[in-house]
Protein backbone atom coordinates (compact mmCIF):
# COMPACT_ATOMS: atom_id res chain seq x y z
CA UNK A 1 0.00 0.00 0.00
CA UNK A 2 1.61 3.01 -1.17
CA UNK A 3 0.57 5.76 1.78
CA UNK A 4 1.57 9.72 0.79
CA UNK A 5 1.06 12.16 3.74
CA UNK A 6 1.25 16.05 3.32
CA UNK A 7 0.70 18.74 5.11
CA UNK A 8 -2.66 19.48 5.20
CA UNK A 9 -6.21 19.12 2.93
CA UNK A 10 -4.83 21.95 0.13
CA UNK A 11 -1.77 19.90 -0.34
CA UNK A 12 -3.82 16.28 -0.92
CA UNK A 13 -6.09 17.75 -2.96
CA UNK A 14 -3.54 19.12 -4.87
CA UNK A 15 -1.57 15.81 -5.35
CA UNK A 16 -4.97 13.67 -5.47
CA UNK A 17 -5.86 15.67 -8.81
CA UNK A 18 -2.70 15.74 -10.05
CA UNK A 19 -2.96 11.65 -10.63
CA UNK A 20 -5.78 12.56 -12.12
CA UNK A 21 -5.09 14.61 -14.82
CA UNK A 22 -1.93 12.66 -15.58
CA UNK A 23 -4.29 9.41 -15.84
CA UNK A 24 -6.22 11.47 -18.29
CA UNK A 25 -3.16 12.66 -20.01
CA UNK A 26 -2.02 9.35 -20.32
CA UNK A 27 -5.40 8.23 -21.36
CA UNK A 28 -7.65 10.36 -22.91
CA UNK A 29 -10.70 8.06 -22.65
CA UNK A 30 -10.31 7.31 -18.95
CA UNK A 31 -12.83 5.73 -16.97
CA UNK A 32 -13.01 7.52 -13.49
CA UNK A 33 -14.78 6.00 -10.53
CA UNK A 34 -16.01 9.19 -8.63
CA UNK A 35 -17.14 9.82 -5.01
CA UNK A 36 -19.16 12.54 -3.15
CA UNK A 37 -18.72 13.91 0.76
CA UNK A 38 -16.67 16.41 1.87
CA UNK A 39 -13.54 15.12 1.12
CA UNK A 40 -13.37 15.10 -2.40
CA UNK A 41 -14.47 18.81 -3.72
CA UNK A 42 -11.40 20.24 -3.09
CA UNK A 43 -9.68 17.80 -5.66
CA UNK A 44 -12.96 18.54 -8.24
CA UNK A 45 -11.79 22.37 -7.64
CA UNK A 46 -8.43 21.42 -8.28
CA UNK A 47 -9.90 19.88 -11.86
CA UNK A 48 -12.18 22.56 -12.40
CA UNK A 49 -9.26 24.80 -12.50
CA UNK A 50 -7.15 22.61 -14.18
CA UNK A 51 -9.44 22.52 -17.07
CA UNK A 52 -10.28 25.78 -17.26
CA UNK A 53 -6.53 26.36 -17.58
CA UNK A 54 -6.26 24.69 -20.31
CA UNK A 55 -4.18 21.53 -18.62
CA UNK A 56 -7.05 18.76 -18.95
CA UNK A 57 -9.96 18.12 -21.08
CA UNK A 58 -12.26 15.40 -20.36
CA UNK A 59 -14.27 15.48 -23.44
CA UNK A 60 -13.42 11.72 -24.07
CA UNK A 61 -13.62 10.36 -20.29
CA UNK A 62 -16.57 8.65 -18.57
CA UNK A 63 -17.48 8.21 -15.31
CA UNK A 64 -19.49 6.06 -12.91
CA UNK A 65 -19.96 7.05 -9.33
CA UNK A 66 -19.44 5.16 -6.32
CA UNK A 67 -23.37 5.21 -4.59
CA UNK A 68 -26.30 6.91 -4.41
CA UNK A 69 -29.20 7.07 -1.86
CA UNK A 70 -31.92 5.09 -2.58
CA UNK A 71 -35.41 7.19 -2.70
CA UNK A 72 -33.60 10.13 -3.96
CA UNK A 73 -34.16 11.40 -7.12
CA UNK A 74 -31.09 13.22 -9.44
CA UNK A 75 -32.82 16.61 -8.83
CA UNK A 76 -32.90 16.59 -5.00
CA UNK A 77 -30.18 18.40 -3.74
CA UNK A 78 -29.19 15.69 -1.53
CA UNK A 79 -28.41 13.45 -4.32
CA UNK A 80 -24.99 12.32 -5.17
CA UNK A 81 -26.47 12.74 -8.78
CA UNK A 82 -27.03 16.64 -7.59
CA UNK A 83 -23.64 17.08 -5.90
CA UNK A 84 -21.62 15.58 -8.88
CA UNK A 85 -23.21 18.24 -11.24
CA UNK A 86 -22.99 21.01 -8.82
CA UNK A 87 -19.37 20.06 -7.55
CA UNK A 88 -17.95 18.88 -10.76
CA UNK A 89 -19.54 17.70 -13.94
CA UNK A 90 -21.38 21.32 -14.86
CA UNK A 91 -17.91 23.24 -15.22
CA UNK A 92 -16.12 20.73 -16.93
CA UNK A 93 -16.31 19.16 -20.67
CA UNK A 94 -17.18 15.89 -19.76
CA UNK A 95 -20.16 14.78 -21.41
CA UNK A 96 -23.44 14.65 -19.16
CA UNK A 97 -24.45 11.16 -21.22
CA UNK A 98 -21.13 9.70 -20.33
CA UNK A 99 -21.63 10.17 -16.08
CA UNK A 100 -23.38 7.43 -14.19
CA UNK A 101 -24.59 7.33 -11.19
CA UNK A 102 -26.59 4.46 -9.02
CA UNK A 103 -30.04 5.32 -9.97
CA UNK A 104 -31.47 6.25 -6.62
CA UNK A 105 -34.93 6.35 -8.03
CA UNK A 106 -35.09 2.95 -9.76
CA UNK A 107 -38.16 1.20 -9.91
CA UNK A 108 -36.33 -2.29 -9.32
CA UNK A 109 -33.53 -1.22 -7.43
CA UNK A 110 -31.97 -4.79 -8.07
CA UNK A 111 -31.54 -5.09 -11.78
CA UNK A 112 -30.34 -1.81 -11.79
CA UNK A 113 -27.46 -2.54 -9.14
CA UNK A 114 -26.95 -5.65 -12.16
CA UNK A 115 -27.44 -3.00 -14.74
CA UNK A 116 -24.33 -0.61 -13.16
CA UNK A 117 -22.24 -3.62 -13.01
CA UNK A 118 -23.06 -4.48 -16.80
CA UNK A 119 -22.66 -0.91 -17.58
CA UNK A 120 -18.83 -0.36 -16.06
CA UNK A 121 -17.79 -3.84 -17.45
CA UNK A 122 -18.96 -2.73 -20.73
CA UNK A 123 -16.57 0.26 -20.91
CA UNK A 124 -13.76 -1.85 -20.19
CA UNK A 125 -13.74 -1.67 -15.94
CA UNK A 126 -12.85 1.48 -14.35
CA UNK A 127 -9.24 3.03 -14.68
CA UNK A 128 -8.67 4.81 -11.67
CA UNK A 129 -11.00 4.83 -8.45
CA UNK A 130 -11.23 7.75 -6.03
CA UNK A 131 -12.71 6.84 -2.77
CA UNK A 132 -13.12 8.75 0.57
CA UNK A 133 -13.59 6.72 4.05
CA UNK A 134 -16.11 7.20 6.89
CA UNK A 135 -14.74 7.30 10.15
CA UNK A 136 -15.96 3.61 10.36
CA UNK A 137 -13.75 2.36 7.54
CA UNK A 138 -16.70 2.01 5.18
CA UNK A 139 -15.72 3.18 1.17
CA UNK A 140 -18.42 3.91 -0.61
CA UNK A 141 -21.89 2.36 1.22
CA UNK A 142 -20.30 -0.12 2.09
CA UNK A 143 -20.58 -0.60 6.00
CA UNK A 144 -18.40 -2.86 8.70
CA UNK A 145 -19.58 -6.07 7.77
CA UNK A 146 -19.99 -5.96 4.39
CA UNK A 147 -18.68 -8.76 1.88
CA UNK A 148 -15.47 -8.05 1.38
CA UNK A 149 -16.30 -9.68 -2.13
CA UNK A 150 -19.38 -7.92 -2.51
CA UNK A 151 -20.95 -6.75 -5.95
CA UNK A 152 -23.19 -3.06 -6.60
CA UNK A 153 -26.08 -4.00 -4.48
CA UNK A 154 -28.34 -2.11 -1.90
CA UNK A 155 -27.04 -0.79 1.42
CA UNK A 156 -28.18 -0.46 4.78
CA UNK A 157 -26.94 2.97 6.12
CA UNK A 158 -25.49 2.37 10.02
CA UNK A 159 -26.62 5.06 12.58
CA UNK A 160 -23.13 6.35 12.56
CA UNK A 161 -23.05 6.99 8.61
CA UNK A 162 -26.97 8.32 9.22
CA UNK A 163 -25.82 10.63 11.45
CA UNK A 164 -22.48 11.96 10.30
CA UNK A 165 -24.68 12.70 7.54
CA UNK A 166 -27.03 13.97 9.08
CA UNK A 167 -25.89 18.10 8.64
CA UNK A 168 -26.41 17.98 4.87
CA UNK A 169 -30.35 17.78 5.65
CA UNK A 170 -32.38 19.94 6.87
CA UNK A 171 -34.43 19.20 10.52
CA UNK A 172 -37.40 18.29 8.95
CA UNK A 173 -36.07 17.04 5.35
CA UNK A 174 -36.62 12.82 4.57
CA UNK A 175 -33.16 11.52 5.05
CA UNK A 176 -32.63 7.76 3.19
CA UNK A 177 -31.74 5.13 5.19
CA UNK A 178 -30.34 2.70 2.24
CA UNK A 179 -28.14 2.92 -0.45
CA UNK A 180 -27.09 1.89 -3.97
CA UNK A 181 -23.36 1.23 -3.81
CA UNK A 182 -20.60 -0.42 -5.58
CA UNK A 183 -19.22 -3.42 -3.79
CA UNK A 184 -15.88 -3.75 -2.76
CA UNK A 185 -15.54 -6.45 -4.90
CA UNK A 186 -16.40 -3.63 -7.83
CA UNK A 187 -13.99 -1.28 -6.37
CA UNK A 188 -11.12 -3.60 -6.33
CA UNK A 189 -11.35 -4.26 -10.02
CA UNK A 190 -10.76 -0.97 -11.00
CA UNK A 191 -7.28 -0.82 -11.81
CA UNK A 192 -6.06 1.71 -9.67
CA UNK A 193 -7.46 3.11 -6.31
CA UNK A 194 -7.02 6.63 -4.83
CA UNK A 195 -8.39 7.38 -1.20
CA UNK A 196 -8.31 10.91 0.01
CA UNK A 197 -8.38 11.52 3.90
CA UNK A 198 -8.09 14.31 6.05
CA UNK A 199 -8.37 15.60 9.79
CA UNK A 200 -7.99 13.86 12.89
CA UNK A 201 -11.56 11.86 13.07
CA UNK A 202 -10.23 10.21 9.89
CA UNK A 203 -7.21 8.80 12.02
CA UNK A 204 -8.69 5.66 13.40
CA UNK A 205 -10.13 4.00 10.06
CA UNK A 206 -6.90 4.81 8.43
CA UNK A 207 -5.10 3.35 10.73
CA UNK A 208 -6.95 0.51 10.46
CA UNK A 209 -7.16 0.83 7.22
CA UNK A 210 -3.20 0.38 6.79
CA UNK A 211 -2.24 -1.64 9.69
CA UNK A 212 -5.34 -3.48 10.72
CA UNK A 213 -5.88 -6.97 9.81
CA UNK A 214 -7.25 -7.98 6.27
CA UNK A 215 -10.94 -7.63 7.85
CA UNK A 216 -14.94 -6.89 6.92
CA UNK A 217 -15.16 -4.43 10.44
CA UNK A 218 -12.94 -2.21 8.13
CA UNK A 219 -14.07 -2.16 4.57
CA UNK A 220 -11.07 -0.11 3.42
CA UNK A 221 -8.77 -3.06 5.14
CA UNK A 222 -9.60 -5.07 1.89
CA UNK A 223 -8.01 -2.31 -0.02
CA UNK A 224 -4.69 -4.33 1.40
CA UNK A 225 -5.01 -6.96 -1.30
CA UNK A 226 -5.02 -4.17 -4.74
CA UNK A 227 -1.97 -4.10 -6.74
CA UNK A 228 -1.99 0.02 -6.84
CA UNK A 229 -3.92 1.77 -4.45
CA UNK A 230 -2.17 4.65 -3.03
CA UNK A 231 -3.87 6.77 0.47
CA UNK A 232 -3.18 10.19 -0.18
CA UNK A 233 -3.44 11.66 3.76
CA UNK A 234 -2.54 14.64 5.65
CA UNK A 235 -0.79 14.90 8.88
CA UNK A 236 -3.94 14.89 11.08
CA UNK A 237 -5.62 11.20 9.11
CA UNK A 238 -2.07 9.90 9.32
CA UNK A 239 -1.64 10.81 12.93
CA UNK A 240 -2.45 7.39 14.70
CA UNK A 241 -0.12 5.05 12.70
CA UNK A 242 2.86 3.61 13.75
CA UNK A 243 5.48 4.72 11.91
CA UNK A 244 4.74 7.95 10.11
CA UNK A 245 8.56 8.30 8.91
CA UNK A 246 8.59 5.02 7.80
CA UNK A 247 6.00 6.10 5.20
CA UNK A 248 7.42 9.34 4.28
CA UNK A 249 10.99 7.95 4.12
CA UNK A 250 9.36 5.13 1.25
CA UNK A 251 7.52 8.07 -0.76
CA UNK A 252 11.02 9.82 -0.64
CA UNK A 253 12.87 6.80 -2.22
CA UNK A 254 10.48 6.26 -4.53
CA UNK A 255 10.18 9.72 -5.90
CA UNK A 256 14.19 9.33 -6.13
CA UNK A 257 13.97 6.67 -7.89
CA UNK A 258 11.33 7.77 -10.76
CA UNK A 259 13.09 11.15 -11.31
CA UNK A 260 16.03 9.29 -12.33
CA UNK A 261 14.09 6.94 -14.39
CA UNK A 262 12.34 10.09 -15.58
CA UNK A 263 9.01 8.85 -14.94
CA UNK A 264 6.31 10.75 -13.26
C1 LIG B 1 -19.21 9.00 -0.94
C2 LIG B 1 -18.79 7.79 -0.26
C3 LIG B 1 -18.45 7.76 1.19
C4 LIG B 1 -17.56 8.91 1.64
C5 LIG B 1 -17.26 8.81 3.13
C6 LIG B 1 -16.45 9.98 3.63
O1 LIG B 1 -19.48 8.73 -2.30
O2 LIG B 1 -18.76 6.81 -0.90
O3 LIG B 1 -17.80 6.54 1.46
O4 LIG B 1 -16.37 8.89 0.91
O5 LIG B 1 -18.45 8.75 3.86
O6 LIG B 1 -17.20 11.14 3.52
P1 LIG B 1 -16.55 12.58 3.83
O7 LIG B 1 -15.58 12.83 2.74
O8 LIG B 1 -17.74 13.51 3.78
O9 LIG B 1 -15.93 12.48 5.16
Redesign the pocket.
Known amino acids: MKVVILKDAAEVAKYGADIFIKQIKRKPDSVLGL??????VALYKELISAYQSGRVSFKNVSSF???EYLGLTGTHPQS?RYFMSQQLFDHIDIEKSQTAVPPGDAEDPFSACEQYEHNIKQKGGIDIQL????RNG????NEPSSSLMSRTRVKTLTRA?ID?NARFFGPDEYQPHLSI?MGIGTILESKKVVLLATGANKAEAIKATVEGPLTAACPASALQMHEHVVLVIDEAAASQLADVDFYKHIEMENQKLLERLGRD
Not at 35 to 40: L, Q
Not at 138 to 141: A, E, L, P, V
Open positions: ATGSTPNLDYLGIGHIGFTDT
